[in-house]
C-alpha cells in the first residue's frame, strides 16, 4: 500500500513541475537545497568549531591537535599534489582487492551453500582460516607476492572474501523453504531454483556481506600501505607520523572517513534498487521523515 | 481409474505414524474436501498427493491428459499462504512456472478472472492478504491443471473474503473443468464447496466417515438441506471424538 501511495505522490510533484516549468527550475533547486538533510553534519562541524576554540585558547598545543584551519592550508597545499594520487592508488587497490575477493565468496559461497557434502569439507577449514586476524597473514603475503600491488591485492580480496561468503552462505541456508517448494511443484530443476528462487531470496543477506567486505577492504588497504607502499592514504598517515605532521595524518583520517562513507553510499543505493521489493522495517521507514 | 487415487499405507514423521491406510479417490469434474481437525495430517496427506512428499510407503497415481504433456504437471497446488515470490511482480509471480517469458495474454486473461485487473506490475508487499491468494490461485491456474490441490487457502483471511475467495474458485474451477481436492477444518466451507466430503479423525484415525452432498449449484449458503448436512456432519465428528 504504501508503495502505490508513494507513486501517487510522485506522479503529482510531477505534474505541478510541469505546468510551471518556466520558473520551475530554479524553485525546484532550491527546494532541493532547502530539503537536505543537515543534521547529521552538526556533530562534526560543532567539533571542528570547539577544536579551533580549543587552539586558539591555547589549551591544546597545535603540535599535538592542529586547528582546523591548518588542516584547511595543509588540505589545499595538498590537494595540489600528492593528495589525489594517494587517494586513487588506494581506491583502486580497494576496487581490485574487494571484486576479487566477493566475487570468489559469491562462487564459493554458492557451492557450499547448495551443496551439503562440501559444507562437510570446507566448512571447518573455513571457520579456523577466519579466526585467523587478517594481519597475520601479512609477512607471509610479503614473502611470496614480494612488497608489490599483487601483496596488498591478496590482503584485501582475503578481508573482503569472508564477510560475503558468510552471509551468502547462511542467505542460502535460511531461504524459506515454503517459497522453494513452490519451485518444486513446477518440476523445476536444481539450476532453475537456484536462480530463480535461491539467489533473489538470499539476496538481502549478499548485500549486508558485500557492504561489511567493503569496509574492511577499506581497513586493510590501510594496514598494508602502512606497512610498505609509495603511495596511498596509508602511505600518508606514516609520511605524516615520520615527518611528526599530525595535519597530514588528521587529513588522511578524513579522507579514509569521507571515501568510506561515499563507497558505502553508492553500495546502499544500489541495494535499495535491487531490493526495493523487500517489506521490510527499514524500507518501511526510509520514506518517512524520521 | 479415477483422475487421482492417493493410497497411503503408511506414513511417519521418525517414530509417530501420521497416516495409516488412507484410500482416497478424486472422480473427474469432482469437488472433493478433506475435513478434519488440525494436526491429524491433512497438509501430510495433500503433500504426498502432490509428489511433495515421497518419503511414505504406499502409492499416488494420477492419470496424465491425452496430449501427455510432460512440461506441465496435470496437479497444481494452493497452499495455506499465498507463497509468492517478494521480488516479482503479480504478473511475473502469475507466470512463475515460464519464468522470463511467460505467456502474457494467458497472464492477463488470468489477471482478470480473479478480479485483480490494473494490479500487473504490483510487488507482493502492496497487496492484501485476499489479493496475493487471489494471485496464488492464478498462479496455480497458469499451468492449465486438470487436478488442483488446495490445503486450506482461504483460513488466513476474514470470513467476507473468505465467501467470496470460495465462489471465486468455484466459478474458475467450473469454467475449465478442473476437478479440485480442498482441505479445510470449516465445516461450512466443506459443505459449500464439496460434492464429497471425507471426514478425518484425530492422530492417526484415517477417514472416519463419508459422505455426498446432494445440493446442486449454485448452491445458496442458507440452504436448509445444507444446515441438515451440517447436523450429520456434526454428529459424525463427535462418533469419531473430533469434538
Ligand atoms: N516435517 C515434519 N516433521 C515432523 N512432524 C511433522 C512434520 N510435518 C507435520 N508433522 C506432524 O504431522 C502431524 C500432521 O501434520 P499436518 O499434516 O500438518 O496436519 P494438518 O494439516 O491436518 O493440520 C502433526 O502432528 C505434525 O506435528
Ligand atoms: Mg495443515
Known amino acids: ?290 | 481409474m479415477s483422475l487421482l487415487d492417493i493410497d497411503v499405507r503408511e506414513k511417519a514423521f521418525g517414530k509417530t505414524i501420521v497416516l495409516h491406510d488412507i484410500k482416497l479417490s478424486l472422480e473427474n469434474g469432482q469437488a472433493a474436501v478433506l475435513l478434519g481437525p488440525s494436526g491429524c495430517g491433512k497438509s501430510t496427506l495433500l503433500r504426498i498427493a502432490a509428489g511433495l512428499d515421497k518419503q511414505f510407503s504406499g502409492s499416488v497415481s494420477v492419470k496424465t491428459g491425452h496430449d501427455g504433456n510432460a512440461k506441465s504437471p496435470p496437479v497444481a497446488f494452493v497452499f495455506q499462504e499465498p507463497r509468492l515470490m517478494p521480488w516479482l511482480t503479480v504478473a511475473q509471480n502469475i507466470g512463475f512456472a515460464d519464468g522470463g517469458k511467460f505467456d502474457t495474454a494467458r497472464v492477463n486473461g488470468l489477471i482478470a478472472d480473479v478480479g485483480l485487473t490494473g494490479h500487473a506490475a504490483t510487488l507482493p508487499k502492496a497487496l492484501s492478504g485476499g489479493m496475493a491468494q487471489r494471485v496464488a490461485i492464478a498462479r496455480a491456474l497458469y499451468t492449465e491443471p486438470r487436478i488442483l490441490l488446495l490445503d486450506e487457502p482461504f483460513s488466513a483471511v476474514d470470513a467476507f473474503t473468505r465467501m467470496k475467495l470460495q465462489d471465486l474458485v468455484l466459478k474458475l474451477v467450473e469454467q475449465r473443468g478442473i476437478s479440485f481436492l480442498l482441505v479445510t477444518h470449516d465445516i461450512d466451507e466443506a459443505l459449500y464447496l464439496g460434492d464429497r466430503i471425507y471426514m478425518m479423525g484425530a492422530g492417526d484415525g484415517g477417514i472416519q466417515h463419508d459422505l455426498s452432498v446432494d445440493v446442486a449449484r449454485p448452491r445458496d449458503r442458507r440452504a436448509a438441506r445444507l444446515a441438515e448436512l451440517k447436523s450429520d456432519v456434526l454428529t459424525a465428528l463427535q462418533a469419531a471424538h473430533v469434538i
Open chain 1, 1 to 290: 500500500m504504501t508503495l502505490s501511495t508513494h507513486e501517487f505522490r510522485g506522479e503529482a510533484q510531477d505534474k505541478t513541475t510541469a505546468l510551471r516549468r518556466p520558473v520551475g527550475t530554479v524553485s525546484g533547486f532550491a527546494a532541493r537545497i532547502a530539503s537536505l538533510d543537515l543534521r547529521g553534519a552538526i556533530v562534526p562541524v560543532g567539533a571542528l568549531a570547539l577544536l579551533e576554540l580549543f587552539v586558539r585558547m591555547g589549551w591544546v598545543s597545535p603540535y599535538v591537535l592542529p586547528p582546523p584551519s591548518d588542516l584547511y592550508t595543509t588540505f589545499l597545499y595538498l590537494a595540489e599534489g600528492p593528495l589525489w594520487t594517494n587517494i586513487g592508488a588506494s581506491a583502486l587497490r580497494v576496487l581490485i582487492g574487494f571484486a576479487f575477493g566477493s566475487l570468489l565468496a559469491i562462487v564459493v559461497g554458492s557451492i557450499v551453500g547448495l551443496w551439503y557434502s562440501a559444507e562437510r569439507y570446507l566448512e571447518p577449514s573455513f571457520q579456523a582460516l577466519r579466526a585467523v586476524p587478517s594481519l597475520a597473514w601479512v609477512p607471509l603475503l610479503m614473502i611470496w607476492f614480494g612488497i608489490g600491488e599483487t601483496s596488498k591485492i591478496v590482503l584485501i580480496a582475503k578481508s573482503a572474501f569472508f564477510p560475503v561468503y558468510l552471509s551468502l552462505f547462511s542467505g542460502i541456508r535460511n531461504v524459506d523453504r515454503k517459497l522453494v517448494e513452490v519451485g518444486e511443484m513446477y518440476r523445476q530443476p536444481l539450476p532453475v531454483l537456484v536462480w530463480r528462487i535461491l539467489i533473489p531470496a538470499s539476496l538481502p543477506h549478499l548485500f549486508t556481506g558485500l557492504r561489511y567486505g567493503l569496509s574492511l577492504a577499506w581497513l586493510s588497504v590501510v594496514a598494508a600501505e602502512l606497512l610498505a607502499a609509495s603511495e596511498g592514504i596509508g602511505y600518508m598517515l606514516s609520511d605524516g607520523r615520520e615527518l611528526s605532521r599530525p595535519d597530514l595524518v588528521l587529513i588522511a583520517i578524513i579522507c579514509l572517513a569521507i571515501l568510506g562513507k561515499i563507497s558505502d553510499s553508492l553500495f546502499k543505493l544500489i541495494e535499495d534498487r535491487c531490493l526495493s521489493w523487500r517489506d521490510s522495517y527499514s524500507t518501511a521507514i526510509g520514506g518517512r521523515p524520521a
